[in-house]
Every structure is written in structure tokens, then in C-alpha cells.
């Protein structure tokens, strides 16, 4: 015995310790053994787990040929490769693909342009429209910047903040413009009416996914939009309802707008199958005004006001059944409160 086993006996012998042919239990083992499987324990925590990322090869250098007006069928002169000409026009390697020298042109201290843009999407996330209402153009076509001063600042914040996105969009969410009411004034309506100088929070739709958390979170359900399948060919039928994007092409900014399928979709798909789970979960049998001050924390985290609390009891009629409780979680599911932010 040399204490050395092949790779095939490795196999075998770990196959017969998973079919309990091999007594594996530690209480039953004797006790030099048990040493030694403690000690092979402590070897195998200290080795280090490898660490895989993926990564490209270097190839032969391609430039690409200047395509008339876009068209493939007529190409010009090729382009030597480099960074865009207005941040340095000077040709990458000849030697290599020229990725390395993209990636620290694209992070580099003297291009403002990628952190402006990546600031820009995070406003228009939490805001609904970014400082630069075109989020894929800032070129010459594109629009210009509401507020370039604070564009910068945000800019600037990034960069000091070692590109921490967390960061960015807690100084977004805390700042005095988040905060704002959403209940426009006269002056304001007369100055600013669609808020361009951000005199009033706009009300704003959730994005496709997070309709869909909030909903399954409501009905008690850990179920996200993330952990969903994408299949390019058949998208999720109550996403798509909701703007979701087609996975085809990069899309930073989303339309939002208003059709029957979203309401359809709340009131004979996922909202309705949630409300039957909803409703197993509320004891109905106790007091009314309790259950329904219950169910206005778990849906909207407010307190039901006085007219929340007669139009329901209205709508639930005297001695409601269980039938009559679905009917109002169901209507509580189709509400703009649950989807929309104020």
C-alpha cells in the first residue's frame, strides 16, 4: 500500500460511501478512523476554492471597412480601431484586438462621458426621465442635459464613490427632489407643467418586474421576476402586458403606457389566482375594521383613512362570506396605488 489511489478508485469508493455500502456515520466509526477523517476535513477546508471567470482570447487584428451611409454591400476604406476621435484620436496596437485599450479608454479619467451616461439611466430609473431625456444619445442629435451642473455633480459623486451604483441611487432616493410631493401647485402647473425643472415628483408606473414582486409579495409568496425564464419566442404573458422588453437589443430607457391587456391581466390572471391565496391566508372571521386595516398595511403600508374604510365595507355589504372578501382582494390587487409610486 502506497496510500495513493487512482482517480477511477476515488470514483468507486465514493460511489459505495453515497450507496451506504460503506459505513460513513462518525458515532459508529472507530475511533483512529474518525481521527483521521477529521483530519482530512481540516485539509480539505484549507485549499482554497479556484476561482473561474471567462475570458477571451487574443486573435489577429481585424479593422473593420467604413460602410457607405450603413450599407453592407458598399464598403469603404477600412478604419483603423481606436476610442472615439473626440476623446483622443490616436490608433489602438496593430499587435492585439485593442479590448485592453477600449476598456481603460471607456473608464478613463479624461472620458466623463460613460459615467455621465450610467448616472443619467439611474435618474431616469428612479425619477421616470433621465437629465438627458434621450438616455442612448448624448451626440448631437441627442437632447440636451436639463441640469448640467447637476448631471456633473452626480457624475463626479460616481467616480468619487469607487462607481458604486448602491451609492448613487441612495443619494437619488434621499435627496430633496425624490421627496417632493407629487400633488403639483398653480405656480407650479403655470411654470413648469411637465416638470422639467423637477418643481414636483412625477407619478410614475413600476416596471413590469417589480408589479410582478409586489404582487406575489402582497399574497405572501416568494416568488421574483428575476428567477423567471426568458424564452426569446414565448416571454412571459403578464410582463409583456406591462412594457416588459423584447431580450433582443439593450433597452435603457422603457415605454410605459396604458392598454385593456394590463387591467385584463390584473383582473383575470395573476392578480385573481393571488387573491384566492391572499385570502387563505386572512382570518376574515374577526372584526371587519381589523381585516381591513390589516390588508391596507400588507397592500399600500399605510393606514386605511375613513373613506378607504366606507367604501369597503360598502362594497363587502352586512355579514360578508368568504366569496365577498376575494372580491375585494381581488379589486384591492387591480388598484393604481399597488403599481404606481406617488
Known amino acids: ?46 485549499i482554497p476554492a479556484p476561482t473561474r471567470a471567462p475570458g477571451v482570447y487574443e486573435s ?24 472615439l476621435e473626440m476623446f483622443g484620436n490616436k490608433p489602438y496596437s496593430r499587435t492585439n484586438s485593442g479590448r485592453l485599450e477600449l476598456a481603460q479608454d471607456i473608464v478613463a479619467d479624461n472620458n466623463p462621458l460613460t459615467r455621465r451616461v450610467l448616472v443619467n439611466r439611474l435618474w431616469n430609473y428612479v425619477f421616470g426621465a433621465g437629465l438627458v ?14 441640469h448640467p451642473e447637476l448631471l456633473d455633480f452626480l457624475a463626479s459623486d460616481f467616480k468619487k464613490n469607487g462607481w458604486s451604483l448602491k451609492k448613487s441611487l441612495k443619494l437619488m432616493v434621499t ?42 409579495f402582497v399574497a405572501g409568496q416568494k416568488k421574483r421576476a428575476i428567477y423567471e425564464s426568458v424564452i426569446r419566442n414565448r416571454l412571459h404573458p403578464f410582463l409583456t402586458a406591462f412594457n416588459y422588453p423584447v431580450p433582443l437589443s439593450t433597452v435603457s430607457r422603457r415605454p410605459s403606457n396604458n392598454v385593456p391587456a394590463q387591467a385584463l391581466s390584473l383582473m383575470n390572471g395573476l392578480a385573481e389566482d393571488l387573491s384566492g391565496n391572499l385570502l387563505s391566508r386572512v382570518n376574515v372571521k374577526r372584526d371587519v375594521d381589523v381585516v381591513l386595516r390589516e390588508l391596507f398595511l400588507r ?8 373613506s378607504d374604510r366606507t367604501l369597503c365595507q360598502k362594497f363587502l355589504g352586512e355579514n360578508p362570506d368568504a366569496e365577498d372578501w376575494r372580491r375585494l382582494i381581488a379589486t384591492l390587487f387591480n388598484s393604481k396605488e399597488l403599481i404606481y409610486v406617488y
Request: aromatic share 8%; charged share 25%.
Open 60 to 83: 489577429d487584428p481585424v479593422d473593420a471597412p467604413f460602410l457607405n451611409r450603413g450599407d453592407h454591400q458598399s464598403e469603404g476604406k477600412a478604419v483603423p480601431r481606436q476610442f
Open 175 to 216: 435627496s430633496r427632489a425624490f421627496k417632493l410631493s407629487s400633488q403639483i401647485t398653480a405656480a407650479a402647473r403655470e411654470v413648469d407643467p411637465v416638470n422639467k425643472y423637477l418643481s414636483f415628483y412625477t407619478p410614475r408606473r413600476l416596471d413590469a418586474e417589480s408589479i410582478y414582486d409586489s404582487l406575489h
Open 1 to 46: 500500500m502506497d496510500d495513493i489511489i487512482s482517480d477511477d478508485e476515488a470514483e468507486f469508493l465514493g460511489q459505495m460511501l453515497q450507496g451506504n455500502v460503506l459505513n460513513h456515520n462518525m458515532k459508529q466509526l472507530p475511533e483512529n478512523v474518525v481521527a483521521l477523517v477529521q483530519q482530512y476535513r481540516r485539509l480539505e477546508n484549507d
Open 299 to 306: 397592500f399600500y403600508a399605510r393606514e386605511i383613512t375613513a
Open 133 to 146: 431625456a434621450t438616455t442612448d444619445n448624448f451626440g448631437r442629435m441627442g437632447g440636451q442635459p436639463s
